[in-house]
């Protein structure tokens, strides 16, 4: 049995930190810096992983490679099999045309302000779309939406990903709490409720920022009541949810709740600015030219049922999947080979478990039941329908390439011990530690471009950190998880997938640099935030 070093630099904790956040570093430098694609990127941190995992943690060649194994297997299943599913209807609602539609109702029944689109489409529009699938699917759709409304894709890609993050930690209908209370031995419930404490507040604070983003402090005063409604409405539900329903649904009934009100307000209230602020301009000429009518044509009932389609069925058919709890018919617990209980957790003083799930009926099977119900309603041939998914592969093969690399990094990691060194110098710091403890969520979202893994990983280090400090580990354990849906905006895995449907494939280091400061900036945020609740704002902590 492999027994974890945890300070192998010279038995020097803080030197051993240094070197084991060189493969994180490279692959920030090949991305931000020397701009190379996510695959590249992502390969070469890996190779330097390996590198000093073999020769510095000294994990033995075939624990490694299992390690790295199963990392990869994971991100086929269920990760990038998630994926695949949702961006094959969103596939199948291009080329049907329904797309389109969508397109053109939020246009006409929505508001031509690209400030209030980037609230409905990038905020609420792909909270939803978190709520229900997660890992770089809301981001790949609605960047697609925006940039079918005339946004430039870099604009696009950007705010989404920025809009991407409140949701997170509830996505895929609460996967990421359910696998935080699994690894820790905490209530889901308790979970939800402190999680419930803080994300609303980013939540009800985003729409203003993205809107500071998009034009400054101008564009913010022409449109900050819609960024009122959306975020008030949006965090009041998520917080209500989360704290008396549980994980299931804060994102999905949140996203619901804002959307429908920022739609609903967008009809008694406009921006007396409005027209500074019109996208999709050159679009609607030629449209409105070939009708020679000067308006675009109003949607018929078939056409916005048409264009609703694809998306309320995947709603329900997941929501539904969900409660009757399909998803665990089949479930087979795979002890991975080579691994499973054959390395040594030092910091736990136990054997660590190797057990990869498999659950032929979860992740995104009932997403594929929502893809072919969809294809049946909308009359889509055969044809049309294996091109929709030739279509997806095209899109998705680099980014099912890279995050197979960048997860069997942070499998790495986690079986040689790196990560627990990386950890366990951020719990040295005494009472400053709820500051840090945001930024290794963030470290570990990163490595794995999903909440959910990143609970996996660091989420159990966070308690054992809460009890060493008389900190309450509810909270701590929950902040592992509030920080990581900081880091999804730079996880290679999620702007990989979500540079997939639009012009900037290859280029995920040029969106990674526009938005690295704003991952920082609102890390520093929760890290205060959490501080307080940790010293000051007790009674915050269920």
């Not at 209908?173 to 699994?182: E, F, M, R, S, W």
């Not at 309320?312 to 399909?326: G, H, S």
């Not at 069997?408 to 627990?420: D, E, Q, R, T």
Request: proline residues 5%.
């Amino acid at each position: 049995m492999f027994q974890q070093i945890l300070m192998p630099v010279g038995q020097s904790l803080f030197g051993s930190f240094l070197v084991g956040f060189i493969p994180i570093l490279v692959v920030l430098i090949m991305l931000g810096i020397l701009r190379r694609p996510a695959w590249i990127s992502a390969l070469t941190g890996l190779i330097v992983g390996v590198v000093i995992a073999l020769f510095v943690w000294k994990i033995p060649a075939n624990r490694a490679v299992s390690a790295m194994l199963e990392g990869g297997v994971f991100a086929l299943w269920p990760i990038m099999w998630i994926v695949f599913a949702a961006m094959w209807l969103y596939n199948i609602s291009q080329r049907t045309g329904s797309f389109e539609l969508f397109r053109r109702f939020m246009y006409r029944h929505a508001t031509k302000d690209k400030r209030i689109q980037v609230l409905i489409i990038a905020f609420a529009f792909g909270a939803l779309m978190e709520g229900i699938a997660g890992f770089g699917t809301p981001v790949a759709i609605g960047a697609a939406l925006l940039m079918g409304l005339g946004f430039p894709a870099l604009e696009a890609v950007v705010y989404t990903l920025i809009f991407d993050t409140a949701p997170v930690a509830f996505g895929a209908l609460g996967v990421p709490i359910t696998a935080l209370a699994g690894v820790t031995n905490l209530p889901a419930g308790d979970l939800s409720s402190m999680v419930g404490r803080q994300l609303p507040f980013f939540a009800f604070i985003l729409p203003f920022y993205v809107l500071l983003v998009l034009g400054g402090p101008k564009a913010l005063k022409g449109a900050w009541p819609a960024a009122l409604v959306g975020g008030l409405s949006y965090s009041l539900t998520q917080f209500a949810v989360s704290n008396f329903l549980g994980p299931q649904l804060p994102d999905v009934l949140a996203a619901l709740v804002s959307l429908v009100c920022l739609i609903g307000f967008t009809k008694i209230w406009t921006p007396k600015d409005t027209e500074q602020y019109q996208t999709y301009a050159n679009s609607v000429a030629a449209e409105t030219a070939a009708t020679g009518s000067g308006t675009l044509p109003e949607l018929t009932g078939a056409q916005s049922f048409k264009a609703w389609l694809p998306w309320l069925m995947i709603t329900a058919i997941v929501i539904i999947w969900t409660f009757l709890k399909i998803a665990a018919i089949g479930t087979t617990n795979v002890k991975w080979p080579g691994l499973d209980k054959l390395v040594y957790l030092t910091l736990y003083h136990k054997a660590y478990d190797a057990v990869w799930v498999f659950q032929p009926l979860g992740s995104g099977t009932p997403i594929l039941v929502a893809v072919i119900l969809t294809a049946i309603l909308l009359r889509v041939d055969m044809k049309t329908f294996w091109l929709a998914a030739s279509d997806t592969w095209k899109q998705l093969r680099f980014a099912i390439l890279t995050v197979m690399e960048i997860v069997a990094l942070a499998y790495l990691y986690n079986y040689s011990g790196m990560a627990y060194t990386l950890g366990l110098a951020v719990a040295t710091v005494g009472a400053f530690f709820p500051f840090l403890s945001a930024f290794l969520g963030w470290i570990a979202c990163f490595l794995t471009g999903s909440d959910t893994s990143s609970n996996v990983l660091f989420g159990n280090l966070q308690v054992v950190a809460a009890k060493q400090l008389h900190l309450n580990p509810v909270l701590m354990a929950a902040t592992n998880s509030s920080g990581a849906v900081m880091s999804k905006m730079i996880s290679p895995q999620n702007v990989t997938t979500g540079v997939s449907t639009g012009p900037l494939k290859n280029q995920e280091g040029l969106v990674i640099r526009r938005t690295f400061m704003h991952s920082v900036i609102l890390t520093l945020i929760l890290g205060v935030l959490v501080f307080l609740q940790a010293h000051v704002l007790s009674f915050m902590v269920p």
